[in-house]
């Protein structure tokens, strides 16, 4: 242990050395910093050009080896964004393929100006696709408690029952202000953010429908295409072509 530990704490001084030449170290972390609260919003012209900042300082420590500085530094920035996200309980299983995928699409790219183009990407997609993660929101605590608990079981079996017995409040109580408070029943909010996690599923992977309702535990195909169609104004399967033939351009609205 005696040798590695003083092998790291020499790399460890070397990089302090190297870090003397260039103070703006603050500019640096602040700017990393608001890509990733960027993507949290949204905000993807504007997580973009923080990384152009960051882009620049890393090029000016590390001008002969930019291309581990850039990968280096886009596998932490990726990895920092999903670690954010976490409190949005998005199921953990989404978060780590997710996270995985990343990290293997920055890997594919082999030269710096390649891989800058790879993390623009990155940026873009999941400033996109946040939206998605999101959960609806409300001033009231409880009725926030309850979109916590719904969206960290949108692939496991959830009743009011269970989402009462988490708030340790009463099953009537709890779809009484929750009606009031959001205008929907807690039966249709479950099933809306159920069938809109399906859509992901529907687009990016080729798995039979019946078996995209079974994973968010709709008790059948039937009723999940009627809930589907009830939102959207289509059916999953007529979701699933047109995305396929034309997904530059196709959105869905719900109805």
Known sequence: MTD???MFSTMVMEEIDATLDHPNLDLFFEAAY?????????????????LEKVNQMLSERAPHDLYRAYRNFYIVL????????????????????????????????VAPEKL??????????????????????????????AYHIISSHLEKPITIQHIAR???????HLARKFKEHTGKTLKKVINE????ASVYYLQHSKRPIADISHQFVFCNQSYY???????F????????????ENSEFFQLIPS
């Open 4 to 6: 590695q530990n003083h």
């Open 34 to 50: 608001q890509i990733i609260e960027d993507m949290k919003l949204g905000n993807e012209e504007s997580a973009i050009r923080s």
């Open 78 to 109: 990726i990895s920092n964004f999903f670690q954010n996200t976490l409190e949005w309980n998005i199921p953990r299983s989404r978060v780590f393929a997710y996270n995985a995928a990343s990290i293997n699409y920055i890997e594919r790219h």
């Open 116 to 145: 800058k183009e790879a993390m623009e990407f990155l940026i873009s997609y999941f400033a996109n696709v946040v939206k998605e993660w999101r959960m609806p929101s409300s001033d009231h605590p409880m009725i926030s408690q």
């Open 166 to 172: 988490e708030l340790e409040i009463s099953p009537s």
């Open 193 to 196: 953010m159920k069938v809109s």
């Open 225 to 231: 295409t009627k809930k589907f169609k009830d939102q």
């Open 233 to 244: 104004g289509i059916t999953p399967k007529q979701y699933r072509k047109q995305f396929q």
